[in-house]
C-alpha cells in the first residue's frame, strides 16, 4: 500500500499564503500523477491541480495565478503554493495519487487523509 501524507495546512488571512506538501511511502515503483483536491463543508471534493511525471499540470480556473504546483520526482512530493488567498479557499485539502505498484504491474489510486486551511476575512 502506499501511503500519502500531506501537511502545511494552518489559517491565515485572506490575502496571506501557505504551502502544502505530499509525500508519498509505501512500497511502489513509481508515482505517475500526484495532485490536490479539496472539499468545503456542504460541497463535493472539487480538483484544485495535478502534476504529471512528464511535467504537465493542471489548475481549475479559480485558483490560476494564486497557486502553483510543483513536483520533486526524485522524493515523490508534490507541493501547492497558494498565495493571496480568499476565504472561499476554506476547505480540506487532500493528496491524491495514481501510483504504479510494481515494473509489471497495475495502478492504484491513493488518498491522503487532507490537511485542513482556513481563510479567514
Known amino acids: 500500500q502506499v501511503q500519502l501524507v500531506e501537511s502545511g495546512g494552518g489559517s491565515v488571512q485572506a490575502g496571506g499564503s501557505l504551502r502544502l506538501s505530499c509525500a508519498a511511502s509505501?512500497?511502489?515503483?513509481?508515482?505517475?500523477?500526484m495532485g490536490w483536491y479539496r472539499q468545503a463543508p456542504g460541497k463535493s471534493r472539487e480538483l484544485v491541480a495535478g502534476?504529471?511525471?512528464?511535467?504537465?499540470?493542471n489548475y481549475v480556473d479559480f485558483v490560476k495565478d494564486r497557486f502553483t504546483i510543483s513536483r520533486d520526482n526524485v522524493r515523490d512530493v508534490v507541493y501547492l503554493q497558494m498565495n493571496n488567498l480568499k476565504p472561499e479557499d476554506t476547505a480540506i485539502y487532500s493528496c491524491?495519487?495514481?501510483?504504479?505498484?510494481?515494473?509489471?504491474?497495475?495502478?492504484?489510486?491513493?488518498w491522503g487523509q487532507g490537511t485542513q486551511v482556513t481563510v479567514s476575512s
Open positions: 502534476s504529471f511525471k512528464d511535467g504537465r499540470t
Open positions: 509505501g512500497s511502489f515503483f513509481s508515482v505517475n500523477y
Open positions: 491524491n495519487a495514481d501510483v504504479k505498484i510494481h515494473l509489471n504491474g497495475g495502478y492504484a489510486n491513493t
